[in-house]
C-alpha cells in the first residue's frame, strides 16, 4: 500500500513540472479560485488547511525563531508541495518569507514561482507581520501590508496577491482593520478569538461566518466576508502531525499492530460533523498547523495524505450526505461559502461593530494589553513619525524604493501582535527596540542627504535626531549655540511648541528671516537624572520652550538657539498655592485648595470638578479603582507668555504638568508615572481619570478604531451579545489609539493620546485611561514572564502626554465643530513637525516642498518612493459624514502643480496596499450591503471612469485612494 501510494505522488510530479509558466502573466493566467479542488452542494466540504502561525518575536526573537525553525518550515514545505499537486499551503508573514528568499537558488525561486502560479502555495494576508489590531495605528497597518506585498509581488507577480486576510491570532478584532482588508480587495478575514460568549452565540446561531460591514461612511467597499475559526487554529486534538506532536500517526497497513486508518477516519468524520453543526453552508475549514510548525513538512503531508485517501476508501457520512475532505486554503473556503451563499439564497450574519475586547473565559479579558508596555508603544509611534518624513523627503528627492529599508522593516515587525501589543518577553522588546532605534537613525541620514539636495547644499546638513529628549537627554543641545530644523510632514501649515532639553540658562531663539522669538525655560515632569548611572549621558535640568509658527506645508523652519545668562528667569516664578493658570477667562484650569482641579475653561466651555491618579489592584479582583488622594505639592511653574503650566506632585513616582498654552484648542496634560511602588508585594495598574460636570452620559462613551473612525461603546454593553458583567473594570476597557470622549447633548469632552491606551468611562461623566502597568504574576497566557518592566536599572517610568480639549459640540472653537478640531489635533500630534539638529542652518531659513496646501479636510497620508518616476500617494478625507456640516462634504483636490520636484503627469488609481490596480480588483461584492450609487467617489465604475491624466481627485467623508503617480522629475 505505501510503495503504491509514492509512486502516484512521483508520476504527478513529471505531469506538472511540464508546464512551462511564465510568472509575470496576467493574473487571469493565475490559476486563482480555479485552483481550488472541487466542492458538491450536496456533500459536507471539509476544507484542510495546512498552515504554520510564526511570530515575528515573542519568547524568542524574530532571528531566533527564523534560524531555529521558520527557515526549514518554508523549505520543506516547498519540497513537499513538490511532490503531490494536490497538496496545499499558505504562506503568511513576509518578514520571514523575505529572510527565506533571499538564501534560495535559482531553480528553488523558480519551483516557488510555479507553485503559487498554480495556487498551490498561496500568500496569505501578506504583510510583513500578523499585525496586532487593538494597539496599531491605521497609518502603520497600511504601511506594512504594502512594504510585505511589494515584496511578494516584486519577486513572485501577480499570481502571489493575496485574497484573504488570516489574522488567527491577535487578542480581539477591530472594525477599522476588517475595513482596511476590505479596501486591499481583500476577499475574506479569519480568525480565531473573540469573546467567549460571542463565540457560544454565534456556533449556536450558525453566524461564525458573516459579512463584516466594517464602515459607517465607505458603504461595500468596506465589507468583508469573515469567518471565525472553529476551534482556535490548531489541528482538531489526535491529528496535530508535526515533528513536535506525539499524536498517533495514520497506519494504512492492516497488517500491522498499529493499524488505525478506519478509526481515524471515523474519529475525524466525527469531528468534522459536529462543526458542521454550528456553520451556516455545507463547508467546514480544518485548520492543519500551529505555532511553528512545519518544520518537517513531509510527515505531516503524509498523514494528511492519507487521511484524505481514507475518507475515499471508507466512505464516511455525515447524516447521510457523503463528505468531500479536500486540501483547501481560506481564500478557497471563503470561494466556497460564497457560491453557497448565492446559490442558497443564504442570509448571512451582518456585524457592524468590533471584536473588544476579548475575553477567553469567564474572568479572563484581555484588555490590559492595550496599556501594556507604554514606552514601547510611544516608542513606535515616534518612528512612525520619523518614517513619513523620510518617505516624503525620499519620494520628492528621487530616492528609490528600497524593500531594505531598515525603517520600513523594523516598523512592519513592530505592529506584530506580540511587539506594539507589549505581550512578549522583555528581551524580545529590547530586541524590537534595537530595530527602531537603528531605523530610525539610517532614516535621519537618509533624510539629511535628502534634504540637503533638495537645498542645493554642497555639503550635508548632518541632521540628528535627539531620541532621548524625552528623558532630558539631548548631547547637541548642550552648547553655547546649536541650531535645528523643524520639518512638518502635513500637507498644511501647523504651527509647534518645540521643547528641547537644555541646560540651566536663558536664551535668544532665532527663526526665519532673523526674528527673534519668544522662549521660556521650564522644568521638566520630573527629574530623569536616574537614567546617567546606565546611560552616561549627561541628564540636562531644563525645558526650552517656544513656538515655531506657521511651518509651511511639507516643509521646514530653521532656528539657532544662543546661550545667554546662566540663571533661567521663569524658575524664579515658583510659589506654592495656586489658584488658576491661564490666558484669560477663555482658557484656564482653577485648582482647589489642596492642589486638585476644580474647573478647566476651553472653547468658551467650562467643566467643573477633577482630574486625578488612581491605582488598580489586580489581585483585588472587581474593585474599583483606589484614588491616589492629594499632591503631597502642587507648584506654579511658569506663568509666561508662551506657556504657563503648574505641576503636581503625588509622590516620587506621580508627577504630571498642567500646560495651556497661549494658542492651542487644548490642555496638555504632561505624565509621569513610575518606578511604580510594589514595596507592598502587589502589582498595579495605574489610571488617570478625568471627571467633567457633562451631564449624565449614561455609560455611553466612544473611542477612536485605528486612528479613523470612531466607534460607540457603552458600559456593561454589546451590540451582538448577551453580556454578563463579571470583570465591571477590565471588560469596559476598550483600545483607544488616538481618543476617546463623551458628551451631552451640547458639549464633548475629549482625550487626544500620544500612542494606544485602554479607555474607558466607568462612571457617568468620566473619561479614564490607563497609563502603565506593574504586575507581579505572570497571566498564564505563555509568556512566562510577569510584567514589571525593568530599564535604566529600575522599575520602568513612562512618560506621555493627554491633550484634552472640551466644547459645544457643533460650534466647537467657533470655526469648526469639536470632531474637526481633534481630528486636525490628533494628526499634529500623530505626524508632529520633527526636530532636527543640525550644524549649519541652510540659506533659505525656511521652505516648503509643496506648491500649495491641501484644505484641512484632506491627508496626504502617503508620499512614498515606488519606482522609476513613480511615487506613492495616498489621499485621505479625515472626517465623518455627520461630523462637521462644512467639513464633512465631498472634497476635490487637484493635485497637478502639487509638488515643486516634479510634474505628475498621471496616477493610476490601485487597491488600498497599492499592489493591486483598482481595475484588476474582483473582490466580492455582497448583495446583501448593497453597491454604492455610480455618482460617488466610493464607487469602482465612478473611479475607474477618471482619466489617468485626470488630477482632480474626489473624496467623500473616511475616503482613502491610492495612486502610483507617473511623475517628471525637474532636474532630470
Ligand atoms: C460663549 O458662550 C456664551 C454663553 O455661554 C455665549 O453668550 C457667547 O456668545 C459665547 N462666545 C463665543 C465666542 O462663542
Ligand atoms: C511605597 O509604598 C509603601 C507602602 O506600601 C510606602 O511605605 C513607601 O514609602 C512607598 N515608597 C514610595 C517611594 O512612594
Ligand atoms: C481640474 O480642476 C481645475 C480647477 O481646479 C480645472 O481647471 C481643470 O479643468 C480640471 N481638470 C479636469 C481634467 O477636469
Ligand atoms: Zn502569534
Redesign the pocket.
Known amino acids: 500500500m505505501k510503495m503504491k501510494f509514492v509512486a502516484v505522488a512521483a508520476l504527478f510530479v513529471v505531469v506538472v513540472t511540464g508546464k512551462p509558466f511564465d510568472y509575470n502573466a496576467d493574473p487571469d493566467d493565475c490559476a486563482g479560485y480555479n485552483a481550488c479542488h472541487p466542492v458538491y452542494d450536496d456533500r459536507l466540504n471539509v476544507h484542510l488547511v495546512p498552515h504554520s502561525h510564526d511570530d515575528v518575536g515573542w519568547l524568542s526573537t524574530k532571528d531566533q525563531y527564523y534560524y531555529q525553525s521558520v527557515q526549514y518550515t518554508i523549505s520543506t514545505v516547498v519540497k513537499s508541495l513538490l511532490q503531490n499537486p494536490d497538496r496545499r499551503f499558505i504562506q503568511v508573514e513576509t518578514a520571514y518569507f523575505y529572510m527565506w528568499w533571499a538564501d534560495q537558488s535559482q531553480k528553488t525561486k523558480a519551483d516557488v514561482r510555479q507553485l503559487i502560479n498554480e495556487g498551490r502555495l498561496e500568500i496569505t494576508n501578506g504583510a510583513w507581520s500578523m499585525n496586532d489590531e487593538a494597539a496599531v495605528h491605521y497609518q502603520s497597518t497600511i504601511d506594512q501590508f504594502t512594504l510585505g506585498l511589494r515584496f511578494v509581488e516584486d519577486v513572485l507577480g501577480k499570481c502571489a496577491r493575496p485574497r484573504v486576510g488570516w489574522q488567527i491570532d491577535p487578542f480581539g478584532h477591530s472594525r477599522e482593520h476588517a475595513s482596511l482588508m476590505a479596501q486591499m480587495g481583500m476577499d475574506g478575514l479569519f480568525f480565531a478569538r473573540l469573546d467567549y460568549r460571542d463565540r457560544r452565540k454565534r456556533n449556536s446561531d450558525k453566524t461564525a461566518d458573516l459579512i463584516w460591514s466594517a464602515s459607517e461612511n465607505l458603504g461595500n467597499s468596506s465589507s468583508i466576508f469573515t469567518s471565525v475559526l472553529y476551534n482556535h487554529y490548531s489541528a482538531p486534538g489526535g491529528f496535530c502531525f508535526d515533528i513536535r506532536c506525539g499524536d498517533s500517526p495514520i497506519v494504512t497497513d492492516p497488517e500491522s499492530t498499529e493499524y488505525n486508518w478506519d478509526t481515524r477516519v471515523k474519529d475525524f468524520a466525527n469531528y468534522a460533523s459536529s462543526q458542521s453543526n454550528n456553520y451556516p453552508t455545507n463547508n467546514v475549514l480544518i485548520t492543519m498547523g500551529d505555532d511553528f510548525q512545519w518544520t518537517s513538512a513531509e510527515q505531516y503531508y503524509t498523514n494528511i495524505d492519507r487521511l484524505i485517501e481514507g475518507f475515499k476508501k471508507f466512505k464516511p457520512t455525515i447524516n447521510s450526505k457523503e463528505i468531500n475532505i479536500i486540501y483547501s486554503t481560506p481564500s478557497c473556503y471563503a470561494k466556497a461559502v460564497r457560491d453557497a451563499v448565492e446559490a442558497q439564497k443564504i442570509e448571512l450574519d451582518v456585524k457592524t461593530d468590533d471584536f473588544f475586547p476579548y475575553a477567553d473565559t469567564t474572568n479572563t479579558v484581555w484588555s490590559g494589553y492595550f496599556t501594556s508596555r507604554p514606552t514601547s508603544k510611544r516608542l513606535e509611534r515616534l518612528a512612525n513619525n520619523l518614517h513619513q518624513v523620510s518617505k516624503q523627503v525620499g519620494a520628492i528627492s528621487g530616492r528609490q524604493f528600497d524593500v531594505k529599508n531598515k525603517l520600513s522593516q523594523a516598523m512592519g515587525v513592530m505592529q506584530h501582535h506580540d511587539a506594539i501589543t507589549g505581550t512578549e518577553k522583555a528581551a524580545v522588546e529590547k530586541d524590537y527596540h534595537r530595530m527602531l532605534t537603528a531605523g530610525m537613525e539610517t532614516a535621519t541620514s537618509d533624510i539629511s542627504s535628502g534634504l540637503s539636495s533638495l537645498l542645493g547644499l554642497e555639503s550635508d546638513l548632518d541632521l540628528k535626531s535627539c531620541l532621548l529628549s524625552n528623558i532630558s537627554i539631548c548631547a547637541e543641545a548642550d552648547a553655547d549655540q546649536f541650531h535645528v530644523l523643524v520639518y512638518n510632514p502635513l500637507a498644511r501649515p501647523v504651527s509647534h511648541y518645540v521643547q528641547i532639553p537644555v541646560d540651566d540658562f536663558t536664551f535668544q531663539v532665532t527663526g526665519p528671516l532673523g526674528l527673534v522669538i519668544d522662549n521660556q525655560v521650564t522644568d521638566p515632569v520630573r527629574d530623569f537624572s536616574f537614567v546617567s548611572h546606565a546611560t552616561r549621558d549627561r541628564v540636562l535640568p531644563k525645558i526650552l520652550i517656544f513656538k515655531a509658527d506657521n511651518i509651511p506645508a511639507f516643509g521646514y523652519q530653521a532656528y539657532t538657539i544662543d546661550r545667554q545668562s546662566t540663571v533661567s528667569s521663569s524658575s524664579k516664578e515658583k510659589v506654592m498655592a495656586v489658584d488658576e493658570i491661564g490666558f484669560g477667562e477663555d482658557k484656564n484650569v482653577k485648582f482647589d485648595h489642596v492642589g486638585l482641579i476644580r474647573s478647566i475653561t476651553i472653547n468658551n466651555v467650562t467643566s467643573a470638578k477633577t482630574s486625578g491618579a488612581y491605582i488598580f489592584r489586580p489581585d483585588t479582583l472587581n474593585r474599583d479603582a483606589i484614588p491616589l488622594g492629594e499632591p503631597e505639592t502642587t507648584i506654579l511653574v511658569n506663568t509666561g507668555n508662551v506657556v504657563r503650566e503648574v505641576k503636581q506632585v503625588w ?3 506621580v508627577t504630571q504638568i498642567i500646560r495651556i498654552y497661549k494658542d492651542e484648542d487644548y490642555i496638555e496634560f504632561d505624565w509621569a508615572v513610575g518606578p511604580v ?4 508585594g502587589f502589582g498595579k495598574e495605574i489610571i488617570t481619570r478625568y471627571t467633567t460636570s457633562l451631564k449624565e452620559t449614561d455609560g455611553v462613551f466612544y473611542t477612536d478604531s485605528n486612528g479613523r473612525e470612531m466607534i460607540y461603546r457603552k458600559k456593561d454593553y454589546r451590540p451582538t451579545y448577551t453580556y454578563t458583567s463579571e470583570e465591571p473594570q477590565a471588560g469596559n476597557y476598550y483600545p483607544v489609539n488616538s481618543k476617546i470622549l463623551i458628551r451631552d447633548e451640547q458639549n464633548e469632552f475629549a482625550v487626544l493620546t500620544d500612542r494606544s491606551e485602554g479607555g474607558s468611562s466607568l462612571n457617568s461623566s468620566e473619561v479614564e485611561l490607563m497609563l502603565i502597568r506593574a504586575l507581579l504574576d505572570d497571566d498564564k497566557r505563555g509568556v512566562g514572564e510577569n510584567l514589571n518592566e525593568i530599564e535604566y536599572g529600575a522599575g520602568l517610568v513612562a512618560r506621555g502626554s493627554h491633550f484634552v480639549t472640551l466644547g459645544d459640540i457643533a460650534k466647537g472653537n467657533g470655526e469648526v465643530s469639536m470632531a474637526a478640531l481633534e481630528r486636525d489635533i490628533a494628526q499634529r500630534k500623530l505626524l508632529q513637525p520633527w526636530v532636527f539638529f543640525t550644524e549649519t542652518v541652510p540659506p533659505q531659513s525656511e521652505g516648503s516642498l509643496l506648491d500649495h496646501s491641501l484644505p484641512s479636510n484632506v491627508h496626504l497620508l502617503t508620499l512614498e518612493p515606488w519606482s522609476d518616476n513613480a511615487i506613492l500617494i495616498r489621499l485621505e478625507h479625515v472626517l465623518e459624514k455627520e461630523e462637521d456640516p462644512n467639513l464633512s462634504k465631498e472634497v476635490t483636490v487637484d493635485v497637478s502643480g502639487l509638488f515643486k520636484t516634479f510634474k505628475i503627469v498621471s496616477m493610476k488609481e490601485y487597491m488600498l496596499a497599492a499592489n493591486t490596480p483598482l481595475e484588476e480588483s474582483k473582490k466580492f461584492t455582497w448583495s446583501q450591503v448593497g453597491e454604492e450609487d455610480a455618482s460617488s467617489p466610493l464607487s469602482k465604475e465612478n473611479r475607474l471612469a477618471r482619466d489617468e491624466a485626470d488630477l482632480n481627485i474626489t473624496l467623500a467623508p473616511m475616503q482613502i485612494r491610492t495612486f502610483v503617480a507617473t511623475v517628471e522629475f525637474a532636474s532630470k
Open positions: 509622590n516620587d513616582w511602588n510594589i514595596t507592598d
